[in-house]
C-alpha cells in the first residue's frame, strides 16, 4: 500500500492524474483534467461516493467547478477555465476532505494535522486505493531510479559474463 511518508506518494497521484486527463483525449494530451474524467476517478475511487450520507457525485462536480482557475481574457473579463491543471486538482482534493464526512474526524494522519492530515487520508483510504493505482503502481515502480539502475547493472552483468565466456571458450 501507498505510504504518505513515501517519496512515490506524489508520483502516485501525478501518474493518477495523467492517466485521468489523457483518457480519451485525442493526441493523448495528459496536463488537464476535464468534468467527465474527474467524474470517472471519484467514481472508480474506493468508498468515496455515498447517495445516503454524502458526498454526491454532483456534490464532487460542484467541488470540480469551485476548483478550477479563474483567468482574465484581453478585456478584462472574468472567465473559468474549463478543465482542471495538476495544482487545481490538488485543491479540489482539499475541498473533498473538508467536506468528505470520513475525512472530515480525522485530525492527525501520520505526521500531518488538520487540513492536510484529512487530504492524506483522502487519498490513502479512497482516490489511491483504487484497482486502477495499483496497476499504476507497478508501472512507477518499474520506472523508479532502483529499477532502472539495476536494470542497467543487470544488463551490464550479463555484457561482462558473454565476454568472459566467449574468451575461455576460445
Known sequence: TSAVDNCDYPAEVQRLFCHYAAFGMR???????????????MKEAVELIDDRKGPTINDLELLFTKGK?????????????SHLHYSDLLKVFKLIAQSH?????????GRFKGDEAKVGHLLQNHVLASKLVK????????????ARADAHILSAVGFIQRAYRAMVAF
Do not use: Y
Open 69 to 81: 482557475r479563474k483567468l482574465k481574457d484581453a478585456t478584462g473579463v472574468e472567465k473559468q477555465e
Open 101 to 109: 464526512p470520513k475525512c472530515k474526524k480525522v485530525e492527525r494522519w
Open 135 to 146: 496497476k499504476l503502481r507497478k508501472e512507477l515502480k518499474a520506472s523508479s531510479i532502483d
Open 27 to 41: 493526441g493523448g494530451s495528459h496536463n488537464r483534467l476535464g468534468l467527465a474524467n474527474f467524474g470517472r476517478m
